[in-house]
C-alpha cells in the first residue's frame, strides 16, 4: 500500500473530536440521557476521548460502552476463516438512552448496520445517533452519519487508515493506494 | 480451524486457545436477557445421539440456538437405527438433507472420525467410546482459565475410573498441552496401563494425587460398570478415592473442584464439597454452553460446504 495522503494531524484530530463533543452535547440538550458506544477496534478510544471532551465541557460524565461487531457481520459466509470475535462491553442498560455510536470511518455503512443491531439485541434505545471521524462516501445502505470530524472524496482503490495513539502509537489520518 | 472437533490429542495450544478466547465473548451473549445472536442464521446443526446424554446434547442445542442456527436432535432409540441402519447411511442422510455440522455422540471410539471422512458436514465428537470428549475438556480449560487467569504451570488431579473416561483422556490431553501438570488417581483396575506416555502422572493414592493441587477434577463412577468387578464396593470406593472436605484440605487452599456430572453424590464427591464455595460444577454447566457456541462459531467458517 502505497501512502497518498495525510488528511488530518494530531491537532486536526483534537480539534474535530472537540467540535463534534460540542455538537452532541447541543443537539441533545446536554447528557442527561446520553451514552456512547464504541464500535472497535478504533471507535473504542474515539469513544473514550469524546467522553472526556464531554465531560470537560459540561462537568459531567456519561456512560461508555464497546461493542463487537463480528457476529453481526452479512459476509461471514463468504470468509474462509472465521473472524476472531472480541467482548461488547455495555456495563449500562441501553434500554430509553440516547446512544452515540462512534467510529473511525463510515464507509459502506455496513458496520453500521451491524452495530445498529448488536444494540438493539441489547434492549431497545430511545434514539440512535452516529459519529464518525471520517466520512469517506460509497455507501451501500441508507445509512447517514449525525457528526462527521471530515468529510474525504476517496476512490474504492483507496484506503482511509485512521491511526490513534492508543492502538497504533502515532496520531493522523493517512489515505492509501492499493497498489 | 480443522474442519471438525475430532479430540484434543492432535490440536495445538494456539488452537485451543483460539476455541477458549472465543467463549468469552460468548459467555457474555449467555448473560443477556436476549440471548441471541444472528451469526448462524440458515446454519443446520443435527445432534445425533447414540448413547443417553441430557447436559451435551442440551449444551449443544442450546448453543445453536443462541447462534440462530437450526437445530434438529436424533437419539438412536427413536430412529432409523432400531431398523437397523448403519452409522454412515444415518449421517449421509442427514447430510443430503443439508446439515452444516453434525454433533455426534456414539459408544464406539472412533466413530467420529470414520464420519468425518465419510460426509462434507463439520463432525464435532461429542463423546465416543472411552475415547476423547473434547467439548468437555475445553469447558474444564475453559472454567479454569476463568478462574485462576492461567493453564501454564498448574497441577491438575484427575480422580476416578481412568480407563473408562474419555473426559479423563481428553483432559489429560487439553492441559498437558497448554502446559500444566495432570496427576492421575483411582483402582489400580481402572487405570490404563501405559497411560503415562500421555504425559501424566500415576499416583498411587489419594492424598499423594491431591497434595498441592490447584484444580481437582473427580471423574462419575459408572455404577452400570460395578458388576464388572473392577472394584469391590461403593463404599470401599467413597472412602478410599471419595473426595470430602477433609482431603480437599489436602489441594492448594481454595482448589478448584470440577466433575463432569452426573454427580453421584456420596460416593466419588461428598454432597458438602458438591455444594461447597470451590465447587465449579454448575460453573462448568454455564461455560459448557459458551465453549460450545464457540466450537460452533469457529467450525461454520464460510465457503468450505460448497
Known sequence: MRQKAQIMDREGIRRALTRIAHEVIERNQGTGNLALI??????????????????????????????????????????????????????????????????????????????????????????????????????????RADYVGKNVPTSRREVVSVRLQEIDAEERVLILEKE | MKKDLLGLQQMTAPEIARILDTAVPMKEITGRQIKKVPTLRGRTVVNVFYEPS????????????????????????????????SLKDTARTICAMGADVVVLRHPM????????????????????????HPSQALLDLFTVREKTG?????????????????????????????????????????????????????????????????????????LERQQQGLFPGVREYARLFGL?????????????????????????????????????????????VAVRMAILYLLSGGGKNE
Not at chain 1, 446512544?99 to 448488536?118: E, F, P
Not at chain 2, 501438570?181 to 499416583?203: K, Q
Open chain 2, 54 to 85: 441430557t447436559r451435551t446434547r442440551t449444551s449443544f442445542e442450546l448453543a445453536a440456538k443462541y447462534l440462530s442456527a437450526d437445530t434438529v436432535s436424533i437419539s438412536a432409540s427413536a430412529s432409523s437405527v432400531v431398523k437397523g441402519e
Open chain 2, 109 to 132: 471410539a472412533g466413530a467420529a472420525e470414520m464420519l468425518a471422512r465419510t460426509v462434507p458436514a463439520a463432525v464435532i465428537n461429542a463423546g465416543d467410546g472411552a475415547h476423547e
Open chain 2, 244 to 288: 470430602d472436605e477433609k482431603r480437599l484440605a489436602l489441594a492448594r487452599p481454595g482448589a478448584l473442584v470440577m466433575h463432569p456430572g452426573p454427580v453421584n453424590r456420596g460416593v466419588e464427591i461428598s454432597p458438602a464439597v458438591a455444594d461447597g464455595v470451590q465447587s465449579m460444577i454448575n460453573e462448568q454447566v454455564t461455560n459448557g
Open chain 2, 150 to 222: 492461567r493453564l501454564d504451570g498448574l497441577t491438575v488431579a484427575v480422580i476416578g475410573d481412568i480407563l473408562h473416561s474419555r473426559v479423563a483422556r481428553s483432559d489429560i490431553w487439553g492441559f498437558t498441552t497448554m502446559g500444566a501438570t495432570v496427576r492421575l488417581c483411582g483402582p489400580a483396575t481402572m487405570i490404563p496401563p501405559g497411560i503415562e506416555a500421555t504425559g501424566a502422572a500415576v499416583c498411587r493414592n489419594m492424598e499423594q494425587a491431591l497434595d498441592g493441587a490447584d484444580v481437582v477434577i473427580m471423574l462419575r463412577i459408572q
Open chain 1, 38 to 143: 464504541g464500535i472497535r477496534r478504533r471507535g473504542v478510544p474515539l469513544a473514550a476521548r469524546l467522553a472526556e471532551r464531554i465531560r470537560e465541557i459540561e462537568g459531567s460524565s456519561v456512560p461508555v460502552g464497546t461493542l463487537d461487531i463480528t457476529l453481526y457481520r452479512d459476509d461471514l459466509t463468504t470468509l474462509a476463516q472465521q473472524p476472531l470475535v472480541h467482548r461488547t462491553e455495555v456495563p449500562f442498560p441501553v434500554t430509553d438512552k440516547t446512544i452515540v455510536l462512534v467510529d473511525d470511518v463510515i464507509y459502506t455503512g455496513r458496520t453500521i448496520r451491524a452495530a445498529l443491531d448488536a444494540i438493539m439485541d441489547l434492549g431497545r434505545p430511545r434514539q440512535i445517533q452516529l459519529a464518525a471521524l471520517i466520512d469517506r462516501g460509497h455507501r451501500e445502505l441508507p445509512i
